[in-house]
């Protein structure tokens, strides 16, 4: 019998149940890695520039920071750090199930305060060349703002925009976590901030994230396409239709090429 013939015998003996079938292994396999492996993400705002852009697609290791699992011992697992870039939970009730990135700025016992927008970490001047620094031009958007960049001194003004910015559990206690000049980090809980410390809303506006909130870190940008900062904000069918077309339409134009495969630090 030719190698032809065999191959078309075999072909024949597959049975749509085992086509079915073998499409099933497949979609389970699937959802199982982006559950629990990996998962796609969008950055929706300029928080994390210019590390992260708005349009962003990443993808996040959600195996590295979980609890290990002793069914499965060659897995990877490590307890976040600073430095780090994480996906978490927002902390506290008013805004429920909502995502956020950050980079991890303090563990538990850290103290941490920020003058004229520059980091000390247990009272020690920090080199961060990815973080965005207040100007001296007097620019309403990025110069100088005492709340925001001489944190947490200005405790009056930090509760004030805490609680305009929906987060009134932290502006209530955020003076219970002051020493001196410092903010401490307590005991099971993490200090995260944007890289773009000018426009994000952070560990200094809504408080610490607790450990268990962490989901995982992104590792890779596997696409970016320009897109507006109101554009998830944008829910109607209407408006989810009309950016899909646009992005059909734009697709070549509005890639960031040069920021595929771009790794995350």
Known sequence: MSVAAVAEKVEEKETMLESIAGLCVVIAIWVFATTFVVQNFVIPSGSMEKTLLIGDHVVVDRNAFAPAAGWMPLEYHREPTRGDVIVFLKPHPEEPDLILVKRLIGMPGDRIHLRHGLLYLNG?????P??????????MNHGYVAY?????????GI???SAANHAPVWAAEIASHIE???IVVPPGMMFAMGDNRLGSLDSRFWGF????????????????????????????????IGYMVHVVTHLFDGTRWSRTLHVVR
């Open 124 to 128: 020690v001047a920090q080199n961060e």
């Open 159 to 161: 509760q004030e925009e």
């Open 209 to 240: 994230v607790p450990r268990e909130n962490i989901l995982g870190r992104p590792l890779v940008v596997f696409w970016s396409f320009r897109m507006g900062a109101d554009q998830m904000e944008k829910t109607s069918v209407g408006d989810k």
């Open 130 to 139: 990815y973080a965005a620094m207040p100007a001296d031009d007097g620019d």
């Open 148 to 156: 925001r960049d001489d944190f947490p001194q200005d405790l009056p």
């Open 180 to 182: 001196g000049d410092d």
